[in-house]
């Protein structure tokens, strides 16, 4: 009998022993999930705040006043010390309001607010977990850090030290001159709000991850409008970049939707990383920061993803350029691509191994054809690539047609060039289609997935290799790219 109450007792023994080890190991991997979602910045959310119970702090150059515990005012520095919600109404033409809440919570209520620091930052958040900054219901408010020149100094407009996040319903203009707008050391998310940014370098930077949501933001850039070092999100909003760089860049792009307007002096969207030092518009290949920036082999792949949206891309690098993977899979999309035979309109790392796949969407790539990169045969639809012998102008209409003479698709043409490549949900394999821009006419028939014809040119380094030519055709996009890119100009 004792015999069996000892092995009972083991047993017992054994299994609990299980299943705090169990609870143990569950224990921990949830804390590790928290931290990488922590260090990762994509879990912020917009906390919930009201007027009427925030510390109301009133700036006067010279005379600001709040009568909370919570705010120390130095002159004309206005320091944040702990967790809450802060109205701020009133205007500096020198000073900041710096956020000094260790681990907490602050968010900030601009009621019609002007700040100036023509030395340094307009809002410096110095510590804190989580700075929301949002914007009250018919208001304007500016924020400007530094004046006019570009200063040697780093910093922006709005500094954060924390994951950032910005919405509201009122307007924001954030001019960054001594450096960036917007900038924050670990992520940023804006879901709300109208938005105009004017930055010597870029207009929002996060030194991880970065999502725009719902809002409408107007972006001119010195260098890149929007950038993030790990991940770049767009999934609805209006993004209207006027003068960049470059216009979207990150080591991990997906947009889902929204309007997006991009005109860049460099590459429209730009996923970074890789193992080569490709990836830059001219002149860029031999820039020492741009290879270490686009051959950081401690990167993941870079992906660049596009399911939904409407896109237009002006742009003299290369138009969508991944140094990895380029995905589309959804969306409205037209490139008014390079002018010079040095960039494509489209360019994946397939030196690195990278695919150019579309599996759905309408595209239209044009540009130049010396550096013309199509979808390769991994694709799931249709595509065809076309280079005609003269080039077209600024100015002339594509149009696509059937074999019927049915009209497909047609647009006006932004810029010169001479390739096409096109792709959409309506064409079929086996199907003959005509390209006619102004004089021009050429007549492809749909024999593989991504055909190309025998005079596209797509040799060269990030050019199509033989095998992964193509384009394609497909049903005219609702609406008209060029009209939204004047209602938005």
């Given at each position: 009998m004792n015999k069996t109450k000892n092995i009972l007792l083991s047993i017992a023994v054994v299994l609990v022993a299980a299943l705090l080890f169990v609870a143990v190991y569950i224990i921990r991997q949830n804390a590790g999930d928290s931290e990488s979602d922590s260090a990762s910045g994509t879990a912020i959310s917009v906390p919930e705040a009201d007027l009427d119970s925030a510390v109301k702090?009133?700036?006067?150059?010279?005379?600001?006043?709040?009568?909370?515990?919570?705010?120390?005012?130095?002159?004309?520095?206005?320091?944040?010390?702990?967790?809450?919600?802060?109205?701020l109404e009133g205007s500096l033409t020198d000073g900041k309001v710096e956020v000094a809440a260790s681990e907490a919570q602050v968010v900030l209520l601009l009621n019609g607010v002007s700040i100036k620091n023509p030395n340094g930052k307009a809002i410096d958040v110095d510590d804190a977990q989580l700075t929301s900054i949002q914007t009250l219901a018919d208001t304007e408010n500016t924020l400007q850090g530094g004046e006019g020149e570009p200063d040697e100094v780093s910093g922006a407009a709005i500094s954060a030290y924390s994951d950032l996040a910005l919405s509201g319903q009122g307007k924001l203009t954030v001019l960054g001159y001594r450096k960036h707008a917007i900038k924050s050391e670990k992520s940023i998310l804006?879901?709300?709000?109208?938005y105009v940014l004017e930055a010597n370098e870029d207009g929002i930077h996060a030194d991880d991850s970065l999502e725009l949501q719902e809002a409408n933001i107007e972006i001119k850039a010195g260098d890149d409008a929007v950038h993030a070092d790990s991940s770049l999100t767009v999934s609805g909003g209006e993004l209207k970049i006027?003068?960049?760089?470059?216009?979207?860049?990150?080591?991990?792009?997906?947009?889902?939707?929204?309007?997006?307007?991009i005109t860049s002096s460099d590459d429209g969207m730009n996923a970074f990383g890789g193992k080569n030092n490709m990836g830059g518009g001219p002149g860029r290949l031999l820039d020492e920061?741009?290879?270490?920036?686009?051959?950081?082999?401690?990167?993941?792949?870079?992906?660049?993803?596009?399911?939904?949206?409407?896109?237009?891309?002006?742009?003299?690098?290369?138009?969508?350029?991944?140094?990895?993977?380029?995905?589309?899979?959804?969306?409205?999309?037209?490139?008014?691509?390079?002018?010079?035979?040095?960039?494509?309109?489209?360019?994946?790392?397939?030196?690195?191994?990278?695919?150019?796949?579309?599996t759905g969407g309408t595209v239209l790539a044009a540009g130049a054809s010396g550096m013309a990169e199509t979808f390769d045969d991994t694709s799931k639809q249709y595509s065809f690539q076309v280079a005609l012998s003269e080039n077209y102008q600024s100015g002339d209409t594509v149009t696509i047609t059937d074999g019927d003479g049915k009209e497909i698709y047609?647009?006006?043409?932004?810029?010169?060039?001479?390739?096409?490549?096109?792709?959409s949900p309506d064409l079929k394999e086996g199907a003959s289609y005509t390209v006619k821009v102004?004089?021009?006419?050429?007549?492809?028939?749909?024999?593989s997935i991504s055909v190309a014809d025998e005079s596209s040119n797509t040799m060269g380094m990030g050019g199509g290799h033989p095998g992964r030519q193509g384009g394609g055709f497909g049903?005219?996009?609702?609406?008209?790219?060029?009209?939204?890119?004047?209602?938005n100009s």
């Open positions: 702090i009133h700036l006067e150059q010279g005379g600001s006043t709040c009568d909370d515990s919570g705010v120390t005012i130095e002159e004309d520095k206005i320091i944040i010390n702990k967790a809450g919600t802060y109205a804006i879901s709300s709000g109208d006027t003068e960049a760089e470059e216009g979207l860049e990150s080591n991990q792009i997906s947009v889902t939707g929204g309007n997006i307007s920061e741009n290879q270490k920036e686009n051959a950081d082999e401690d990167l993941p792949e870079p992906n660049l993803n596009i399911s939904g949206g409407e896109i237009y891309i002006n742009a003299e690098g290369d138009g969508i350029d991944s140094n990895g993977n380029l995905n589309i899979s959804g969306g409205q999309i037209f490139v008014d691509g390079p002018t010079n035979g040095g960039n494509g309109a489209l360019d994946s790392g397939s030196e690195n191994g990278g695919e150019i796949a579309i047609s647009h006006e043409l932004g810029k010169t060039g001479n390739n096409i490549v096109f792709s102004g004089d021009q006419e050429e007549t492809i028939t749909q024999d049903q005219r996009p609702q609406g008209d790219f060029r009209e939204f890119q004047e209602t």
